[in-house]
């Protein structure tokens, strides 16, 4: 129990240092606030590989499937951010193909029938895909968030990763969590 006590203070001091928040307020942050939070730590924990960016100061270009409205949120709460050096450029597609252009393709929940284009139009391309279905992991994402037992979640899918030449920190991987067969 000691580890899950850890894991719960280090997901309380991510938000407090995300958002900014005390104590109080952050365990009442929106659950989008809370997916957010999760991605922009996702991107601390991914390497890229050079050749992914135009240059040495490109932003990691972040794209949601479908949802503007999350997209939007995303986007306000990620300007001031940077990871790897790098701040983030984030925009709503409304197609898989257009997902290849980015570093980071979110597919939400309500558009997780359109998970297996996305995965199959970023094959083997330095793409972290993330997505809430649950079959997203079996269909070859890398990332997939879920509730367990009231509390946001993920797993990972190394291997989808390793072939797309991304990098997942053994950290990251430490505080996966493997989805429970409903």
């Not at 129990?1 to 203070?9: D, K, N």
Request: proline fraction near 5%; glycine fraction near 8%; include cysteine.
């Amino acid at each position: 129990m000691p580890g899950r006590a850890v894991h719960w203070l280090a997901c309380g001091a991510a938000l407090f240092v995300f958002f900014g928040l005390a104590g109080s307020r952050a365990a009442t942050a929106p659950e989008n606030d809370l997916k957010a939070a999760f991605l922009y730590n996702f991107t601390k924990f991914v390497q890229w590989p050079e050749e992914a960016f135009s240059s040495t100061n490109a932003p990691i270009r972040f794209a949601v499937l479908g949802d503007e409205e999350f997209g939007s949120r995303l986007k306000l709460l990620l300007s001031d951010k940077k990871a790897h050096g790098r701040s983030f450029e984030v925009q709503t597609i409304n197609s898989a193909q257009e997902a290849k252009d980015f570093h980071i393709i979110f597919v939400p929940g309500p558009e997780g029938r359109r998970g297996v284009p996305v995965i199959e139009a970023t094959n083997k391309r330095p793409v972290l895909t993330i997505g809430e279905s649950d079959q997203f992991i079996e269909l070859g994402g890398m990332i997939s968030l879920f509730f367990d037992e009231a509390q946001l979640a993920f797993e990972v899918n190394p291997q989808s990763a390793q072939k797309a030449g991304l990098e997942i920190s053994s950290k990251l991987l430490r505080l996966a969590k493997k989805r429970r067969a409903k």
